[in-house]
């Protein structure tokens, strides 16, 4: 999809469909005052008809609007204009894309200048505006027969607000649209089924982002090269698979040489059986999610290679499936991790910090300034946050308020768990340095306690997503989080 800055007047802008904001109880922003004035009092009329009342979100399409070259008018419903924050403006903009992707219109222009966003600017706005627009305009067809209708909207123009440099604007709009294609690129990995998206898939689709960008290097080990690294625990997951784990290393370099690299680290588990600590099979098929961690660092990589940022960036993916067989790892079993600690396997199925532990060791070859891991890793973090928010834990407090931050501004929020002292006494073990989990109680910051054994020589956040990262039910299907919040703080660091 291409995204322009156009000025001009509502009635003159010529275009498939032009959109306009209506606030709550029918106020009319100053483009839709203009557009209501040219077409003999028409928005006025269907305001007055109790159609439509200007609430949050709703939509009304005019075909043929009198007085407008545009084939179509669209009306948003803006809600309380003197409420209208980051949150309900990417509604009301998520709102009018929905309903003008239904209809068959080449081109839209939102004539939205006048439009003012609490604590926002206009190069917000239209950053907001082209990821919702990439996001929405995704469809699963890849295992379809028959193919879902492509929006046939490909070209969104916008209108430059009111003493912002249109630079900026355009600049905007293109890095909204590489974050929704990052978002994108993560939720289709996550929707794709485990017998297609397997940890060479995922492989292979790290290598084809970096023969596509020079600033970016793809290198993959396998179980061999792993085994001569010593990392014990990550092969203990894929021990009962018949597929190949996989360790894929992607290099961005946007930096000098010697600037110390981000690493982003994505758990990758294709397929989630739990192994021989078998889940039920109640809601199973959903574990094809279990490597959307993996799929956000992919998509975040790829992004930022779009956007040329000026840093160096590593991506690590521990990619295995976790099945049982008579080659399993048993619970009760004992490995050894790349950094030479004993984990004690109590259940199988807390298998996800058993791959990223030997990950973040790999990490520290490259001296990192800080390290993200992301995981789909406890259901208690689920009960905990629901779909709302990720879990945050971390080793560093300004760190820990970097993500905060850039999870509010990206809207891709994430909170903040203890990792005191007090909770590393459970995962104690009489056989070996650490078990692998702390018991009934306390599950994420346990398993996060786990993780921070092995990401004692850097600052280290992890995220768990585990209810952020895919929707259940009739909407079933990978959400892309956290692509939005690891762009966003990236995008906030010096080289």
């Known amino acids: 999809m291409k995204y322009s800055i156009k000025a001009g007047a509502t009635d003159k802008i010529n275009s498939d469909c032009i959109a306009v904001v209506v606030w709550n109880r029918g106020s009319l922003s100053e483009e839709a005052q203009l557009a209501d004035k040219m077409s003999n009092k028409g928005i006025s009329k269907i305001i007055h008809s109790g159609d439509f009342t200007g609430m949050l979100g709703q939509t009304q399409l ?48 939102f004539a939205i200048a006048s439009l003012k966003v609490k604590d926002k600017t206009s190069s917000w706005v239209c950053k907001r505006l082209a990821q919702e627009a990439e996001t929405a305009s995704y469809r699963y067809n890849e295992t379809k027969s028959k193919k879902s209708k492509v929006v046939s909207v490909n070209l969104i123009s916008v209108s430059p607000g009111k003493g912002a440099r249109r630079k900026s604007l355009e600049e905007a709009l293109q890095s909204g649209s590489a974050i929704g294609s990052g978002v994108n690129r993560a939720r289709h990995l996550g929707n794709l089924p485990g017998n297609i998206c397997t940890p060479s898939y995922l492989a292979d689709e790290a290598t084809l982002i970096g023969n596509k960008h020079g600033s970016m290097k793809v290198k993959i080990l396998g179980e061999k090269q792993m085994a001569r690294l010593k990392m014990g625990s990550l092969l203990s997951v894929s021990a009962g698979s018949a597929e190949e784990a996989k360790l894929i290393v992607m ?160 809207l891709d929020r994430v909170w903040p768990l203890p990792l005191w002292e007090e909770y590393q006494g459970l995962l104690n073990s009489n056989f070996a340095d650490i078990a692998n989990i702390g018991g009934p109680r306390a599950g994420t910051i346990t398993a996060a306690c786990f993780l921070s054994r092995f990401a004692e020589k850097f600052k280290w956040a992890h995220l768990d997503i585990a209810g952020s990262a895919w929707h259940s039910g009739a909407n079933k299907g990978a959400t892309g989080r956290p692509v939005a919040l690891l762009v966003e703080y990236l995008s906030q660091q010096k080289a």
């Open 62 to 109: 005019v075909y043929n609007p009198i007085g407008l070259k545009s084939k179509r008018l669209l009306l948003i419903g803006g809600g309380e204009s003197k409420k209208l924050d980051a949150k309900n403006a990417a509604k009301m903009l998520a709102a009018g894309l929905k309903a003008v992707f239904t209809s068959n219109a080449a081109s839209t222009h």
């Open 251 to 410: 290099e961005y370099k946007g930096a000098r040489v010697d600037s110390k690299p981000h690493v982003l680290v994505g758990k990758g588990v294709t397929f989630d059986t739990g192994g021989i600590s078998l889940k039920g099979g109640g809601g199973m098929d959903e574990m094809k999610f279990d490597m959307c961690g993996a799929a956000s660092v992919i998509g975040a990589m790829a992004t930022v290679a779009q956007l040329k940022l000026p840093l160096n960036i590593v991506g690590l993916v521990g990619a295995v499936e976790n099945m049982p067989s008579s080659t399993a790892t048993k619970p009760g079993d004992i490995v050894t991790s790349m950094a030479g600690k004993t984990i004690e396997v109590l259940n199988t199925d807390a298998e996800g910090r058993m791959v990223l532990c030997d990950v973040l060791t790999y990490a520290e070859r490259y001296k990192p300034r800080s390290v993200i891991d992301v995981a789909t890793l406890t259901g208690a973090a689920v009960a905990t946050f629901g779909s709302h928010v990720s879990a945050l834990l971390s080793n560093d407090d300004k760190l820990t308020a970097a993500l905060i931050e850039s999870g509010n501004s990206s």
